[in-house]
């Protein structure tokens, strides 16, 4: 088997070190390439020339952002049988997709639970993705606030500050203090439904949970995964007795119960939803990449996108 092992250096839990073990370790089994991420886009690149080279395996060790990259090289040119598998090692903070669909979050435990998928020859799993315009998603993209919150972190980020949990926390609390919260600017459309004006923000999920705070899974739809459609999670009013009951509920958040309550809209196993911004264009994130704002984006479910090592 040929492999490719797409490395970003500059995630939180990779180091040199672990990068020459995870090699060592995959080099028992097969031919491994071992690349490095240089820049942002350069993880899209390497798995674009991978796919292109006809190479059965692509191994990514990095972070949500990197194995974004990686999923939106591989299918640059579009939906293949023939795709290389995709396995996924994790090396970020908070690793949501990898975590999502089963893989150890330690990356030597997740580099064995691969090798002995591979040995046993385990079927890989088959999943969907989300797409966010032409941009492909993992576990979640978003419009509104929680972009804005992406925005802000990523110039952190660009500034050379380390990216942690309270971090995110900070600049939410400052996103929500800059949103007006009246009438939304977003009208959201689902199928078979009459548009619905009025909404502040709107989450959309590929996998359950939509994201994890530390080690605790915060649910925006709990039935939500990579084998079907995607959740769908609309904030009406953005008022602070709602902000806070909505937050106690996603904190509490378990298997089977999500949020729920006046002013939310959940729907799961949506083919698409479309969301236009009535007040001018708002921003939109995916995986925790901020894209740019826009006047209008619709969110798609791409099933069976990928084979998945786990």
Known sequence: MRAVLIVNPHATATTPRRRDLLT?????????????????????DLAAQAAADDVELVIVHGGDGTVNEVVNGLLADGLRPDL????????????VFARAIGMDPDPTAATEQILESLQSARE?????????????FTFNAG????????????????????????????????????????????????????????????????????????????????T?????????????????????RTIAQLVRSRPGRGPHGRGLLTADDVAWVRVTATEGPVGVQADGDYLGRFDEVEFTSVPAALRVVV
């Open 84 to 95: 290389p598998l995709l396995a996924v090692v994790p090396g970020g903070s908070t690793n």
């Open 143 to 222: 419009i509104g606030m929680d972009a804005e919150v992406v925005r802000r972190v990523e110039e952190e980020r660009s500034a050379g500050r380390r990216i942690s949990n309270a971090l995110h926390v900070r600049h939410a609390v400052a996103a929500y203090r800059a949103t007006e919260t009246g009438t939304g600017p977003l009208t959201v459309t689902l199928p078979g439904s009459e548009p619905l004006p009025g909404c502040q923000l709107a989450f959309i999920s590929n996998v359950d949970p939509w994201t994890y705070l530390g080690s605790r899974p915060i649910r925006t739809n709990p």
């Open 24 to 44: 060592h370790a995959f080099a028992g089994q097969m031919e491994v390439q071992v690349e490095q991420t240089g820049a942002r886009g350069h993880g899209a």
């Open 224 to 244: 939500t995964s990579p084998d079907g459609g995607l959740g769908v999670f609309v904030a009406r009013s953005l008022r602070l007795p709602t902000v806070a």
């Open 124 to 136: 890989p799993r088959i999943v969907s993705l989300g797409r966010a315009g032409r941009r492909y």
